[in-house]
């Protein structure tokens, strides 16, 4: 099903401006139309991509949690598990020592895939280059842009409404600072956003089929009893395999196959129903039980795939668990290695429901909305006079901080609830897609209040909360027209209030790019005096 392309910016009616001459050349021109097509997220992957390489390797220190992957993504690279290393390894591993684990296992608590990715970068560029210990992540962080542009594309056909959205994530500081640091958070944002992408390509191949196959079944003008059962949907084994993959970087990978799941059989019901199928519910289930095996059994495999290092050799931590008490029973045929896995799993499990240690930048699920505590993940003060530093007596400061553009944040967490109410009132299925992808990265963290958790793991939420500020923002710059009257009368009305709409998306825009400029030496641990620090400082949280 094809969504008519809408104009994120509609101009005045009445007037040949720039924008509509551009347009009318864009739709009369096919050449036209395919350069502006590779040319807008080209342009907007590049600029995300200098943003995120640029000085990548500074600093050359493990910053917050880099202590734990790096090590454990470059031990895990060479033996096929994570080992433990001596209690001094960060300054030495810092200085060149980078071979100085031991075979000893080390307890993770998170699955290999997202390591692997970091430990390929440090295999390409040397484990003793910082560059090499980020590049995977500021790579995968750029995909997350281009990988956006798509998924609002798909949603909508407008190549303008996908580069917004993709711009905004390119020049925003919670996607620059976490694809400047080895964490794992990248690489689930990428997946999740990958997953959704094929899972609305197959929605755009697979209502002209099912409506086709179910007119077809339909004899002298009675509507079907059975819809057709759709069997051939690459699309859905392709969001199983990528939700498979962001489960094999974090389990909170899992509640996006689970929402993907819910949400095709959602659509399936609702579709049978509108096209007039009798038994819609029971078919919507029959049709449910085969999207279930088209998507789950590919997302297991991924992730047992994943732990490929761990059962292909002996050393990893609790590869042997399950060989002094082996299961009986309907479960004695199940290989010993991977019962050691379950058993391994279960300690994870166990261990990660009871991380409750303070600390000083947790920040719980229920207050993310808020922005009260941003994660700094690093920082170091020179005194004035010393390396280039000319703070005067307060010095300076570089700082590496997880901070989203301040306007950008709220206004999209307002966009959020706009997008939500109209959902209510319009049933939009790309509001739905929207939503159920900020439900699947959100609200299963706030079944977890006790856990140590921090500001930072939204940006797996961002790129949703974000499509939904641009929809805002369309509905803004077209002077909402699901509000005008159908009256004559209000036409001169309604072509004022695009104008101002315009007018107030593109001072929004620019207010936002000028924020981004301000906030970047923070975002990229550039040297600053203090003083100017201090001037971000808006909130008591943000220090």
Excluded at 221 to 248: D, K, Q, Y
Aim: overall charge neutral; aromatic content about 16%; some cysteine.
């Amino acid at each position: 099903m094809t969504t008519t392309a809408e104009p994120l910016l509609p101009t005045r009616p009445t007037a040949v401006s720039f924008a509509d001459r551009w347009r009318e050349r864009v739709a009369l021109d096919p050449r036209l139309q395919r350069l502006y097509g590779w040319l807008a997220p080209t342009l907007v992957t590049l600029l995300a991509a200098v943003l995120r390489l640029w000085n990548l390797g500074h600093p050359h220190k493990l910053v917050f949690d880099e202590t734990y992957y790096v090590k454990d993504a470059w031990s895990q690279w060479i033996l096929g598990y994570a080992a433990s290393w001596p209690d001094d390894a960060n300054a030495r591993f810092e200085a060149g020592e980078t071979n100085i684990f031991t075979t000893d296992p080390s307890f993770v608590v998170h699955p290999p895939l997202g390591k692997y990715l970091i430990g390929l970068g440090m295999w390409l560029f040397g484990p003793d280059s910082s560059f090499g210990w980020r590049v995977a992540t500021a790579l995968c962080g750029t995909a997350c842009v281009l990988v956006l542009f798509f998924l609002a594309k798909a949603l909508t056909n407008s190549t303008l409404f996908g580069a917004v959205a993709s711009f905004l994530l390119a020049i925003d500081g919670l996607g620059i600072v976490m694809s400047r640091v080895a964490l794992l958070d990248i690489f689930l944002t990428f997946f999740v956003l990958l997953a959704f992408w094929f899972a609305v390509l197959d929605r755009r191949t697979r209502l002209d089929r099912l409506a086709a196959a179910t007119v077809a079944r339909a004899r002298e003008g009675e509507p079907p009893r059975w819809g057709a059962v759709l069997w051939n949907r690459p699309w859905v084994v392709a969001a199983g395999a990528a939700a498979g993959a962001a489960t094999a970087v974090k389990w909170s990978g899992v509640w996006v196959v689970a929402a993907i799941g819910l949400y095709l059989v959602v659509t399936d019901a609702l579709e049978r129903r509108r096209l007039g199928v009798v038994f819609w519910p029971m078919d919507a289930a029959r049709q449910g039980a085969a999207s279930f095996v088209l998507l789950v059994p590919v997302a297991f495999v991924v992730y047992l795939a994943s732990w490929t290092g761990w059962l292909a050799t002996d050393g990893g931590y609790g590869r042997h668990l399950a060989e002094a008490d082996p299961a009986t029973g309907i479960f004695a045929w199940v290989p010993v290695s991977l019962q050691s896995l379950w058993q391994y799993h279960v300690t994870i499990y166990n261990s990660m429901t009871g991380m409750t240690s303070p600390h000083p930048y947790e920040s719980p699920a229920w207050q993310w909305p808020l922005l009260w505590r941003p994660t700094a993940m690093y920082s170091y003060a020179t005194a004035d006079g010393q390396s280039g530093c000319a703070g005067g007596d307060n010095g300076c400061l570089q700082i590496l901080y997880s901070m989203p553009n301040p306007l950008l944040w709220y206004a999209s967490i307002a966009a959020a609830l706009f997008l939500a109410y109209r959902f209510v009132v319009a049933r939009d299925w790309r509001h739905a897609v929207v939503l159920t992808g900020i439900a699947a990265t959100w609200a299963p963290w706030l079944v977890y209040p006790e856990r140590t958790v921090f500001q930072f793991y939204t940006i797996v939420i961002w790129p949703f909360l974000l499509i939904a500020l641009t929809f805002a923002l369309r509905e803004v710059a077209s002077g909402f027209p699901s509000r005008a009257r159908a009256d004559a009368d209000s036409a001169a009305v309604s072509a004022d209030r695009r104008i101002a709409g315009q007018r107030v998306v593109l001072v929004f825009l620019g207010v936002v790019i000028v924020l981004s400029v301000f906030w970047y030496p923070l975002w990229s641990a550039m040297q600053v005096p203090y003083e100017f620090y201090r001037l971000h400082n808006w909130m008591q949280g943000w220090v």
